[in-house]
């Protein structure tokens, strides 16, 4: 059960943003959003996550509607390395953890 | 501070031969996930356990199926009697107690022949 909704595929130009949605209309007050990615099937890599405000890091940023039922996963200079399979998750944050479901997510081609 | 290591990184099994497959957390982590990716799909969840706990294993099949996280040593996944649909990526990851992102390894290929 994913909870979430993203486009199977993007395309983006080198060197522009690409901005990956994602829909999550049955997300809950306590579950934070967070993305992954998976490059050329090695091991997903985490990117960001957050609850309510938007959020940046060396990598990326991340900006959630303020009725957080949907996200958008932004890199600012898309580069031939973000070439990947990009996956949106929600997950409920304990003390006893809990795991990721991933979806099916979306494959994002930057191309030159 | 060594990432999340999956070893071995390539194995290939008869049909109905057993397979193990080994992981060992980045330092400090108490939780471990396993989840598992045929070919062109997306990544399942199959188990998440504590130093010697299994907590959820709601992603398991039934049978043939078994995972640990002993109090030393490696998390093992445990493949009995493989087929050939049990061919995947089997992916570990691993999280410190009280913060919540996991850390991936690079996975066991899986061959059964």
């Known amino acids: 059960d994913a909870k979430t909704t993203q486009p199977p595929s993007m395309d983006c130009a080198e060197g522009r943003a690409a901005n990956l949605p994602c829909n999550h209309s049955t997300i809950s007050g306590n579950e934070y959003v967070y993305w992954y990615r998976q490059i050329h099937s090695q091991g997903p890599q985490y990117i960001i996550h957050g609850l309510k405000n938007n959020e940046t890091n060396e990598m990326a940023s991340l900006i959630i509607t303020e009725d957080r039922k949907s996200s958008t996963l932004i890199l600012p200079h898309a580069t031939l390395r973000d070439t990947a399979v990009y996956y949106c998750i929600v997950r409920v944050e304990s003390n006893t953890g809990n795991q990721f479901y991933f979806g099916t997510g979306t494959s994002l081609t930057v191309i030159p | 501070n060594a990432g999340v290591m999956q070893n071995p990184r390539h194995l290939v099994r008869r049909r109905g031969q057993e397979a193990r497959l080994r992981c060992s957390p980045m330092k400090g982590h108490s939780h471990v996930y396993w989840y598992r990716q045929l070919p062109e799909e997306g990544l399942k969840f199959m188990v998440y356990?504590?130093?010697?706990?299994?907590?959820?294993e709601s992603g398991m099949p039934k049978e043939r199926f078994s995972a640990e996280f002993p109090k030393e040593g490696p998390s093992i996944l445990r493949i009995q009697q493989v087929v050939r649909g049990d061919s995947a990526a089997y992916f570990c990851?691993?999280?410190?107690?009280?913060?919540?992102?996991?850390?991936f390894g690079q996975g066991t290929r899986l061959t059964v022949v």
């Open positions: 990851a691993s999280s410190p107690f009280g913060t919540f992102r996991a850390f």
């Open positions: 356990l504590q130093k010697e706990n299994i907590i959820d």
